[in-house]
């Protein structure tokens, strides 16, 4: 008989996610069942229906069951991602390899979300745009993330954007590309004053009437803040 690591009641450390009565939580295929009593009388042979002492006796045997799969779901919403908070969250984070570091709840979720995308990575062209335009926190990647490769063994990354943080970034775009391919990256400082060339005499894309020589100029759009090297 194999053997249950541990006993009920089951103690989780910190607070188990709850729900308030008449939920019905569902995981996978899996639905709660919190009337395993009331099932269980209603299935007596008919001759045993209203018999107080017959209830009570079915009744005090399947509470048995209904704290037993109680104590399952408290089990598997404290292992849902989507819900999993503190301690719980701790655990998970331990198991992808992605440490807390002082992160909130919700802020370190996303973050065990992106780790568990990089653990099964296989180094292809839309694995990694959807890895970086979930960590940057887009729907898509057009005209905000740029992977390009400029060469063979070469791969260049353009982020039209200012990430949460450069070393993250960094850390992520050199853990996903495919192992002995150079990376040149760079990412945005300023979403108001990103950098844009224009020449003199000339016209900036989508900027009317602009004369403006190399990007020098004191026209606000162009010019701007150099991106960062990540």
Not at 56 to 65: A, D, E, L
Not at 84 to 93: E, F, K, P
Not at 162 to 186: C, M, Q, W, Y
Request: some cysteine.
């Amino acid at each position: 008989m194999p053997f249950f690591p541990f006993s009920f009641p089951f103690a989780w450390p910190g607070d188990l996610p709850t729900y308030a009565p008449g939920d019905t939580p569902t995981f996978g295929d899996l639905v709660y069942v919190d009337d395993h009593s009331d099932e269980a009388t209603a299935l007596l042979l008919e001759q045993f229906h209203d018999l107080p002492l017959i209830d009570g006796m079915v009744r005090s045997y399947i509470n048995r069951i209904q704290e037993l799969e109680d104590q399952i779901w408290q089990i598997l919403l404290a292992t849902d991602l989507d819900v999993a908070v503190g301690a719980q969250l701790d655990g998970l984070g331990d198991i992808v390899g992605e440490p807390r570091r002082a992160r909130s709840n919700d802020v370190y979720r996303a973050a065990i979300r992106v780790r568990i995308m990089i653990n099964r990575c296989d180094g292809k062209h839309a694995t990694m745009l959807r890895i970086l335009t979930t960590y940057l926190g887009i729907a898509s990647g057009a005209g905000t993330v740029e992977l390009r490769e400029p060469a063979a063994a070469a791969l260049a990354l353009n982020v039209y954007t200012v990430p949460e943080s450069f070393a993250d970034l960094s850390v992520i775009a050199n853990t996903i590309k495919p192992a002995g391919v150079n990376l040149d990256a760079r990412a945005e400082t300023s979403l108001s004053r990103p950098y844009r060339f224009g020449w003199s005499g000339g016209a900036v894309a989508g900027v009317s009437g602009a004369t403006n020589g190399d990007g020098w100029s004191g026209d606000a759009s162009v010019g701007g803040l150099h991106a960062v090297r990540i």
